[in-house]
């Protein structure tokens, strides 16, 4: 897809609401399938698995939960996931930092395949967390705790590494996200340095951007990133309890700190449940829209944002609202540029 020449941002409401305790809980990650399909990837201490959920949320609860995968280090079992993807072919795929290795499904949750083994050389993982798919169908990952990225064949086969431990442009301190473009740079959330790191896809250094701190643009603990058909850049702000979006430059665009309704499931639930009703009525409803701890942000083809709220045990879910446009809508950067509203 060819990026806009510009863009007209109109917005970014909130959408909805997905998910609930008990169903969702702990979601650090989501993977987009067919038909509608979620993978959310739910992590906690002793829990590991994978809920098959939808979009459109479901009407009620039921004890017809559909899901896969459980706790431990047996082939197909999770112990620590970070991130789950998926593939053109159905294929699923999650890091897992404790088992140091990449698992694989196929779309109905069975198990597949598996590669990595904990170490420090050459295509050895120590704690891999973030990774995609590259515009060459290879696998890129956050080598966390060996401070690097490493490059993969989809059948696991080592190609390559960039990246040492440090402070400096292009080292690392516990890079935790991931994500590679239509063009084939990789985005990395250097955790510990809490910035962004954009690389191209032999892994040169292209831009920095980020800082410590809480105030607009700056980062606190950076965890999952991804980036939309327009080369928006959305990022997991996990210390500062929100997500930023940057546009292609690396330049502040927007935050979202939640906007949480209960969901369709939640309600229906909530019907059957009297002192639940009675302990909502008592509390402080405001502090319940916003985002908590999120690990991870993704953004589908329709340009809507999915947030995974961690420790609420939801999704938020926000839609981009723009107007693309071509050179004429659209002048060229200005030296001293300032938004007025009127």
Not at 25 to 41: K, R, S
Not at 135 to 154: G, H, P
């Given at each position: ?258 906007d949480a309704t209960l969901s369709k499931v939640a309600r229906n639930y909530m019907l059957t449940n009297a002192v639940p009703n009675r302990l909502r009525e008592m509390g402080k ?20 944002l999915f947030i995974p709220d961690f420790e609420s045990y939801r999704i938020q879910v926000y839609q981009k609202d723009f107007i693309e446009l071509d050179e004429t809508q659209f002048?060229?950067?200005l030296r001293n540029p300032t938004l007025e509203v009127t």
């Amino acid at each position: 897809m060819t990026r806009p020449h510009g863009l007209l941002r109109a917005g970014y409401p909130y959408s909805t609401t997905l998910g609930m305790r008990r169903v969702t809980n702990f979601p650090t990650d989501i993977a987009f399938g067919e038909d509608g399909i979620l993978y959310v990837l739910l992590r906690s201490e002793g829990v590991a698995s994978v809920r098959i959920w939808s979009k459109d949320d479901m009407d009620e609860l039921t004890d017809e939960l559909k899901g896969f995968a459980s706790f431990g280090s047996e082939d197909g079992q999770l112990k620590w996931p970070v991130n789950i993807i998926t593939d053109d072919s159905g294929g699923i795929f999650v890091s897992d930092e404790a088992n140091h290795r990449i698992t694989k499904y196929d779309r109905e949750g069975n198990y597949v395949d598996k590669f990595g083994i904990h170490g420090e050389g050459p295509g050895e993982f120590n704690g891999p967390s973030g990774f995609a798919l590259d515009i060459d169908n290879n696998f890129v990952v956050c080598d966390s705790k060996n401070n690097r990225i490493q490059k993969y064949t989809k059948n696991g086969e080592y190609i390559s590494t960039f990246g040492t431990y440090g402070s400096n442009p292009g080292q690392f301190n516990l890079p935790w996200g991931l994500d590679c473009d239509e063009n084939g740079d990789i985005y990395v959330s250097d955790w510990g340095n809490h910035r962004i790191q954009v690389f191209s896809s032999d892994g040169e250094l292209k831009n920095i951007f980020g800082e410590y701190g809480c105030d607009a643009g700056q980062l606190n603990r950076p965890t999952g990133i991804t980036v939309d058909n327009h080369g928006d850049i959305y990022v997991a702000d996990w210390g500062n309890n929100r997500v930023l979006m940057f546009n292609s430059e690396g330049q502040y665009i927007w935050s979202f700190y939640g906007d949480a309704t209960l969901s369709k499931v939640a309600r229906n639930y909530m019907l059957t449940n009297a002192v639940p009703n009675r302990l909502r009525e008592m509390g402080k409803l405001e502090s319940e829209k916003y985002l908590r701890r999120p690990r991870s942000v993704r953004i589908d083809n329709d340009f809507r944002l999915f947030i995974p709220d961690f420790e609420s045990y939801r999704i938020q879910v926000y839609q981009k609202d723009f107007i693309e446009l071509d050179e004429t809508q659209f002048a060229e950067p200005l030296r001293n540029p300032t938004l007025e509203v009127t």
